[in-house]
Antibody
Framework: QVQLQQSGPGLMKPSQTLSLTCAIS??????????WNWIRQSPSRGLEWLGK?????????DYAVSMKSRITLNPDTSNNQFSLQLNSVTPEDTAVYYC????????????WGRGTLVTVSS | QSALTQPPSASGSPGQSVTISCTGT?????????VSWYQQHPGKAPKLMIY???KRPSGVPDRFSGSKSGNTASLTVSGLQAEDEADYYC???????????FGTGTKVTVL
């Protein structure tokens, strides 16, 4: 059974760097068909796609235009996981963060992590 | 990239049908057959219900069906059951620059 297990802090201060990890079981971060995504959800912004990483003979990383200056996704093949780093967080980054799998690069997400509530507050 | 537009709420009695619309543009829904729908219960992660406009993942009841016409996609839930009460979100591929856009969400209430 394929599962995604998220980990990372829930409370942060403004200007800090958010780091979240998504551990994959039952699939591989190096899959030649899947793409590994981060998505967040807040009452004010709804569901918002942040970025993805995927392997097609080499590693690719695509980011939402609105996040490009602050976001980094990294695959970790040794531990079969991938991570999100978001720099210079503000209270507007308060949201539930999900990792999710797009199984075929077909623009849909068939597997989601349980979500991590990240609160940014001084 | 603007969010796709959904009605805030929809409702029906048990056994009835409810249809949720999702309106976009020719740059997203109208341009690709990559519309998906998600069900989300309170405090839970979204669950894939429909992908590629009309396809159902294994395990999703055939009471759930999807369609698309022009820039608008729709999700129909037939034979409403109490457990169908949830928030529903549409999503569409929107091109390589900003690939995924989501809908504003619709709360379905089973009366």
């Amino acid at each position: 059974q394929v599962q995604l297990q998220q980990s990372g802090p829930g409370l942060m201060k403004p200007s800090q760097t958010l780091s979240l990890t998504c551990a994959i079981s039952g699939d591989s971060v190096s899959s030649n068909s899947a793409a590994w995504n981060w998505i967040r959800q807040s009452p004010s912004r709804g569901l918002e796609w942040l970025g993805k990483t995927y392997y097609r003979s080499k590693w690719y990383k695509d980011y939402a235009v609105s996040m490009k200056s602050r976001i980094t996704l990294n695959p970790d093949t040794s531990n079969n996981q991938f991570s999100l780093q978001l720099n210079s967080v503000t209270p507007e980054d308060t949201a539930v963060y999900y990792c999710a799998r797009d199984p075929r690069g077909g623009g849909y997400f068939d597997l989601w992590g349980r979500g991590t509530l990240v609160t940014v507050s001084s | 990239q603007s969010a796709l537009t959904q009605p805030p709420s929809a409702s029906g009695s048990p056994g009835q049908s409810v249809t949720i619309s999702c309106t976009g543009t020719s740059s997203d829904i109208g341009g690709y057959n990559y519309v998906s729908w998600y069900q989300q219960h309170p405090g839970k992660a979204p669950k894939l219900m429909i992908y590629e406009v009309i396809k159902r993942p294994s395990g999703v009841p055939d009471r759930f069906s999807g369609s698309k016409s022009g820039n608008t996609a729709s999700l129909t839930v037939s034979g409403l059951q109490a457990e169908d009460e949830a928030d529903y979100y549409c999503s569409s591929y929107a091109g390589s620059n900003n690939p995924y856009v989501f809908g504003t969400g619709t709360k379905v209430t089973v009366l």
